[in-house]
Structure formats: C-alpha cells, structure tokens
C-alpha cells in the first residue's frame, strides 16, 4: 500500500495569514504516460462529508476559491490557503488514487490563531 | 445535481452482516464508479472498495475477505456487504463516485453511523 502521511497533524493560523499543510506519499504517484500526479486534497468540515478541493495535485475543483492551492511533485505535496478566512477551518486530507488500495492521510486539522 | 445517499441499519451485532445501500439520483449509474468509505469516530477516512457500473469490483485488501460490493443498474443503486463485524468496523460509511478508474472521488454521499454493539 502507499503510505500517505501529512504534517502537521494540526494547525492554528491567524485569519487572513497563509496555512500550508504537507503531505508525503512512500512511493511516487506520477503517471510518467501523462505526467500527471494522481494526487487529491480534500476538506471535511464537522459532521459532513470530505469535499474534493484540489485533483491531479494542482487543479482545483470547480467551484473551490483560487485562495486554494495544490502543488508538489514525486512524492511531495502541499495544500496552501494563502488567506485564511473562517469557513475554512476543517480537517484536510490528501489521497492518493494511483493504485488500489486508494490511501488517505491521517488528516490535518487546521484552526484559527 | 448528482446526489448518493446512504440507507441502513444503525445498528449492528457482532459477528453479523452489514448491509448498506447507495441510491444515486441525479444522474446514472452508468458510466462511473462508485466506491464504499468509512470513518471510525474521530478517525481518518479508509477506502473499502469499489464497483463499475458493469460489475466489476475492487476491495481493499484488508476487507477483502469480508466486503461484496454489489450493483443494480435498474434502481441506480449500490450495495455493500461487510460480514463478520466487530467493534471495529463501527464508523461512518461513505458513499462516493469517481468518474474513472483512477480519479479523486467528486460526489460524496452524507455518510451514516454504523454501531457495532451487542
């Protein structure tokens, strides 16, 4: 199975400052035929279920505010919020879907300073 | 607007079966997907497996001996089985779709409680 493994396991950041969450995967997750990373973030927020924020590591879903940024590469990722507003405290989740098993992170929860 | 929405029993005992269904509207069944996850309470999210809408199944290895994922077109529905419970199986079941083999999961269902419990 791919490991993937997220730090910090939580975060407090002032509103309006920068959040940047890392995620690691054990094995590369790059398609060398499309040199795609098959790499997703998600957001959970309390009682609901995870939101698809961020696909291929850098494409945003639609409908997902450009404060949300995906990048990284090999086995290297990072989510950043690059103004933190309130709605935006949650837990993320980076997910891996290049091979069976699909594997999540452990998660980080991300609060207000 | 695709919509999954999950249906079952709360409640299950040790050492029985749980059975979930997945009613898809919205949209078809056709063409996609559709993947079973849960979450143990305050816990992070594990991917059980997944169908095509031919039938065509993939299970995490760790469940495999316990899931049947199952599928009917004409209800546009999806099923899960998970048998021989225990406490440990108690979480939050997801379902969702992916629009490939191998693709993020889009479209999530709002996930039911599943109780393990004698």
């Known amino acids: 199975d791919i490991v993937m493994t997220q730090s910090p396991d939580s975060l407090a950041v002032s509103l309006g400052e920068r959040a940047t969450v890392y995620c690691k995967s054990s094995?590369?997750?790059?398609?060398?035929?499309?040199?795609?990373?098959?790499l997703a973030w998600y957001q959970q927020k309390p009682g609901q279920p995870p939101k698809l924020l961020i696909y291929?590591?850098?494409t945003r879903a639609s409908g997902v505010p450009d404060r949300f940024s995906g990048s990284g590469s090999g086995t290297d990722f990072t989510l950043t919020i690059s103004s933190l507003q309130a709605e935006d405290v949650a837990v993320y989740y980076c997910?891996?879907?290049?091979?069976?098993?699909?594997?999540f992170g452990q998660g980080t929860k991300l609060e207000i300073k | 607007q695709v919509q999954l929405q999950e249906s079952g029993p709360g409640l299950v005992k040790p050492s029985e079966t749980l059975s979930l269904t997945c009613t898809v509207s919205?949209?078809?069944?056709?063409?996609?997907?559709w993947s079973w996850i849960r979450q143990p309470p305050g816990k992070g999210l594990e991917w059980i497996g997944y169908?095509?809408?031919?039938?065509?199944?993939s299970y995490n290895p760790s469940l495999k001996s316990r899931v049947t994922i199952s599928v009917d077109t004409s209800k546009n529905q999806f099923s899960l089985k998970l048998n021989s419970v225990t406490a440990a199986d108690t979480a939050v079941y997801y379902c969702?779709?992916?629009?490939?083999?191998?693709?993020?999961?889009?479209?999530w269902g709002q996930g039911t409680l599943i109780t393990v419990s004698s």
């Open positions: 291929w590591a850098s």
């Open positions: 169908i095509y809408y031919s039938g065509t199944t």
């Open positions: 094995q590369s997750v790059l398609f060398n035929s499309n040199n795609k990373h098959y």
């Open positions: 969702a779709r992916t629009t490939g083999q191998l693709a993020p999961f889009d479209y």
């Open positions: 997910q891996q879907f290049y091979t069976s098993p699909r594997t």
């Open positions: 919205g949209g078809s069944i056709s063409g996609f997907y």
